[in-house]
């Protein structure tokens, strides 16, 4: 009975925190204090800079539809904020090259400039893929920091929708894991991708491109593991990615795998299905991020992926 008892009490802390969490991630559309900008502060090819420089949006073309971020790769460690004592702090090197690459890349396929949001605090001071409610800030100037950074994000994503309609927001990252592939993240737990695609096919409302699922010809678990899912775009450009079409990256099986964090969640169209599509990518180091030949290689490649995967699922044909 005891053991009983101690099982209930484990599953209502879990359970009571994945709603928790999961609900503020669905409820924002503004966080406690501003950054200081009006919406006619955020012209085409401004850059604007959160607190003391922490954080900075460079604001793209209004017909652009496409919003980059880049919350791990900050070097800014100030001595007066403490070290988060919880937590990854790994720096996601390179991460930030590698997505302003893409944003160069993409203006220079489409003649769009893409929004993209960057994080320059170190991630020993500030995670901002996290929620301010995992309590994981100890000082008012990294709450300012995570708060200039999401009204970056909200108000990218406020632009796209009022000026496009909808939209794609891609949350970058780097990932050490043993294998070298892309990790791309829908919100799907590995359990989930490992099961069938009957089973994945129910799942369109829990992922955070389910706004993308409702306008694509393709059955979800296409866009998911078939042959025009990103993973299979990316695949295609020589870019290993998991989940894709290929054999052995179908799923992750038992192999480790991030499946997308806390703006993946906020600021996608999971559930309420919002105009606007999340996907995190988590690329690997030694073929994707390391040099910079490989930044400026892959990360051409990774824009003319989401260019092909935004025509074929979305009707946006952006290229020149
Ligand atoms: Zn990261």
Redesign the pocket.
Same mark, same amino acid.
């Given at each position: 009975m005891k053991r009983f008892n101690c099982l209930f009490v484990v599953l209502g802390i879990s359970i009571s925190c994945c709603f928790s969490c999961k609900k503020e991630a669905d409820d924002v559309t503004k966080t406690d204090s501003d950054s200081g900008y009006a919406e006619a502060d955020y012209k085409p090819g401004a850059v604007l800079s959160g607190y003391k420089n922490y954080t900075k949006i460079y604001v793209g073309d209004l017909n652009c539809p496409i919003i980059l971020s880049s919350? *791990?790769d900050g070097t800014v460690a100030p001595a007066n904020i403490p070290d988060r004592q919880d937590g990854v702090v790994v720096r996601?090197i390179y991460?930030t090259d590698l997505t302003l690459r893409m944003a160069d890349s993409i203006k220079a396929l489409t003649g769009l400039r893409p929004h993209v949001v960057i994080n320059e605090l170190s991630r020993k001071k500030l995670d901002p893929?996290r929620s301010l409610a995992e309590a994981y800030l100890t000082h008012e100037d990294a709450k300012t920091a995570w708060n200039d950074y999401h009204n970056f994000i909200i108000m990218a994503r406020t632009l796209v929708t009022k000026h496009v309609g909808k939209g794609l927001y891609l949350d970058m *990252?780097?990932h050490g894991h043993d294998i070298a592939r892309i990790e791309v993240g829908y919100l799907l737990t590995s359990a989930e991708l490992n099961s069938t695609d009957t089973q994945i096919n129910q799942l369109a409302n829990k992922s955070s491109i389910f706004s993308i699922s409702k306008e694509s010809a393709y059955s979800f678990s296409q866009l998911i593991n078939g042959d025009n899912s990103f993973g299979a775009l990316l695949q295609n450009r020589g870019l290993r990615a998991i989940p894709s079409n290929r054999a052995g990256d179908r799923s992750p099986n038992s192999d480790p795998y991030f499946n997308g964090g806390y703006c993946t969640s906020a600021y996608g169209s999971s559930k309420l299905g919002g105009p606007v599509s999340a996907i995190q990518l988590?690329t690997p180091g030694p073929n994707v991020r390391n040099t910079a030949t490989l930044r400026q290689s892959s990360g051409g490649k990774i824009a003319r992926a989401i260019l092909e995967y935004m025509k074929l699922h979305y009707a946006m044909d952006l290229a020149k």
């Open positions: 919350p *791990h996601d991460a893929n *990252h780097g988590e």
